[in-house]
């Protein structure tokens, strides 16, 4: 199975990017995330934290904020979203995931302003645990996640 992405120059240079729908109690709406391989998890920007009324008060908190360039965010998880998403024969895929919402520290308007600039990022958990591979060749504008079958080794 092929998932296939789109390449948008964005945030400094051109990113696999994958149009998705969140689906979350009282939380709903589609996305684009950028496919991070450098990214241990997947997180939801405040801007679309915001939009998409991610309940905050239903995650678990962490316990220490991390940064992302010079803001400083707790990350609040919800275990069970689902996202959907279309395959190459426009097949609707749904997949379960744990994703983290990213709420500033500090509320200030330059902060919040800043913060809302952020992408959401598909990261490698949802890359392991989907048994997904990235082709990205950036200067043909081609993108794709790839199914790979799990290899037996041979005794």
Same mark, same amino acid.
């Given at each position: 199975?092929?998932?296939?992405? +789109?390449? =948008?120059?964005? /945030?400094?240079?051109?990113?696999?990017?994958?149009?998705?729908?969140?689906?979350?109690?009282?939380?709903?709406?589609? $996305?684009?995330?950028?496919?991070? +391989?450098?990214?241990?998890?997947?997180?939801?920007?405040?801007?679309?934290?915001?939009?998409?009324?991610?309940? $905050?008060?239903?995650?678990?908190?962490?316990? %220490?904020?991390?940064?992302?360039?010079?803001?400083?965010? /707790?990350?609040?998880? $919800?275990? =069970?979203?689902?996202?959907?998403?279309?395959?190459?024969? &426009? =097949?609707?895929?749904?997949?379960?995931?744990?994703?983290?919402?990213?709420?500033? +520290?500090?509320?200030?308007? %330059?902060?919040?302003?800043? *913060?809302? &600039?952020?992408?959401?990022?598909?990261?490698?958990?949802?890359?392991? *645990?989907?048994?997904?591979?990235?082709?990205? /060749?950036?200067?043909? =504008?081609?993108? /794709?996640?790839?199914?790979?079958?799990?290899?037996?080794?041979?005794?």
């Amino acid at each position: 199975m092929k998932i296939p992405l +789109t390449v =948008k120059d964005v /945030y400094g240079g051109p990113k696999p990017i994958m149009a998705l729908f969140l689906i979350i109690p009282h939380a709903s709406g589609p $996305f684009e995330a950028v496919v991070d +391989t450098g990214g241990p998890a997947t997180t939801l920007s405040p801007r679309d934290a915001d939009r998409l009324h991610f309940p $905050f008060h239903a995650c678990k908190k962490e316990e %220490a904020p991390h940064g992302i360039g010079a803001l400083s965010f /707790y990350g609040y998880t $919800f275990d =069970k979203a689902e996202i959907i998403f279309s395959d190459e024969n &426009k =097949k609707r895929v749904r997949r379960k995931i744990p994703i983290t919402g990213l709420k500033p +520290t500090k509320m200030d308007n %330059a902060s919040l302003q800043r *913060a809302y &600039k952020l992408p959401n990022i598909l990261g490698m958990d949802f890359l392991i *645990a989907n048994n997904f591979s990235l082709y990205f /060749y950036p200067s043909g =504008k081609i993108a /794709y996640l790839q199914l790979e079958e799990e290899t037996k080794s041979v005794p």
